[in-house]
Every structure is written in C-alpha cells, then in structure tokens.
C-alpha cells in the first residue's frame, strides 16, 4: 500500500471497527429501531455494509426477489436493498459477526490490491482504488451516525473517516450554491463547519456563474452558514431537512435558504 492507501484503509477500518463495538451494546431493541435512512432500521445498516463488503470479496448475495419498496428513488436504491432484505429474517447479533468476518478477509485482501487500480467509485466516476477506499470510509462512517443516533449513543464524531467525508462532499458544495441555490455572478457564500473536526469553505460565484474557491476571500460575503458536523453530515448525506437542524445564518436569507433546501450530494 502507499500512503494514501493506508490512511483510508485505516479509517474504514476505525469506523467498521466502532460499529462493531457499539452492536455489541445492543439489546433486541436496538436492532429493530428505525434508523434516518429510509425504510431502515438498525439491523438493516449492519446488513448493508455486510452486502458491500461481501460483494467486494466476490461474494454476491444469492439471487432473490426484493420488493420495490415505497422509499427507494432509483436503481442503484433498489440493488442496495438486496443483502438488507436478504438479512430480514437474521438476527443482529448474526448480522454484526458477518460484518467481523468480512472485515477480517477484507483487511487480508487489500494489501494485495494495486492501490492505483483503476475503478469506479461510487460517484459513477472512475478513479483509483485507493480513492474508492475513501468513499467506503465516508459510507461506513455515515452509517455509523445513522445507528448512533437511532439508538441515543453519539460517537466517534472526531473518526479519521470524517475527513474522507469532507474530501469527497466538500467539493461538492459550489454545485450547491451555483447550480441548485441558483447564485448569480458575484456572489459570495463561506460554509464553517464545526467540530472536531472542523472544515471550512468559501466560495464566490465566477462572471460566468461557476462556483470556485474564493481566492482572494472578500472582505464579507453574501451568506454565511455555520453548523456543527453532525448537522452537515445529515444535510449533506439526504438525512434530514433544513427545518429539523439548527443552522446559524447571516447575510441574504433567501440564499441560505436555499442553499440548505438543496444540501443533499449522496445518490
């Protein structure tokens, strides 16, 4: 493995590691409650990353017939409710132990793997696969504060993981504000997140209407939203809405607003 390999190995590895740490808190309760992720509860997070990991082993699920759920949007929605509906009938406990041993041969796999493998990442780019273990870190991670906060036992808020999560939604942001927040030319809108970690990022609207760092910084900028990770991570991951988040705005309202309505970058 090289360097950047390694980093995001190991922060898939910190996250995938707590999760299973916190099931082994869980009674028969815990398993069964709802989760912010549609139509999901806990045991139904724990099967997920079982199903991915799997698949990244070469182990598919065996085919079966997953009914078309009322909260899946599309079709790669409804291919994740495979290994979730598989599990239905598993209890937790069996469910975690699978994502343990997946871990174990994952962990054994991966130093065999060129980490400048070409493949596709999840944003439907193609890239290495050393980046591709950045966005299994984000997604792990993401799914780890789905359980912590359906079962009331906030955590590792401050994992290795969330910095892959901000190197991979962070530069997502000036679509946000130009493209779906409609900002015009001129515009200038800075984003503090606070932790830790804590992120930052300001951006101005070109004359052409593209989104690009602001460099240099304006003296004041047009919006300016600050939140605490976790509400970034809710907004930005499609888990909730603007209106069920405390969110510190200055500037033009109508652009924070929108802005925030249009938060959401995961598929």
Not at 104 to 109: F, H, M, S, V, Y
Not at 119 to 138: D, H, I, Q, V, W
Not at 177 to 183: E, H, I, L, S, Y
Request: hydrophobic share 40%; net charge negative; proline share 9%.
């Amino acid at each position: 493995m090289d360097e950047e390999m390694r980093t995001n190995t190991a922060a898939w590895e910190q996250t995938v590691r707590s999760s299973l740490e916190l099931a082994a808190t869980f009674d028969a309760a815990d398993w069964d409650r709802p989760t912010e992720c549609p139509g999901w509860t806990v045991k139904d997070q724990f099967s997920h990353l079982v199903g991915i990991e799997r698949s990244l082993l070469g182990d598919p699920e065996p085919p079966i017939d997953v009914p078309e759920f009322d909260h899946v949007r599309n079709d790669f929605g409804q291919a994740l409710e495979v290994a979730v509906h598989a599990r239905r009938d598993v209890p937790g406990p069996e469910v975690a132990a699978e994502l343990a041993a997946a871990l174990d041969r994952r962990l054994a796999q991966l130093p065999t793997i060129d980490p400048d493998q070409a493949t596709f990442l999840p944003n439907g780019k193609e890239g290495s696969y050393k980046r591709f273990m950045a966005f299994r870190a984000m997604d792990c991670w993401t799914h780890e504060q789905d359980v912590r906060r359906a079962v009331g036992r906030p955590g590792n808020l401050d994992a290795p993981a969330a910095h892959c999560l901000w190197s991979i939604l962070g530069p997502g942001l000036p679509i946000v504000v130009a493209r779906r927040a409609k900002a015009g030319p001129g515009t200038s809108v800075l984003f503090t997140i606070t932790g830790p970690p804590s992120f930052r990022s300001a951006i101005t609207v070109d004359p052409e209407g593209r989104a690009v760092p602001a460099d240099p910084e304006p003296a004041e900028f047009t919006a300016e939203l600050a939140m605490d990770l976790e509400t970034y991570v809710r907004l930005a991951a499609g888990r909730c809405t603007a209106d069920s988040v405390t969110v510190e705005t200055n500037g033009d309202k109508d652009l924070a607003t929108r802005i925030l309505a249009t938060m959401a970058l995961t598929p």
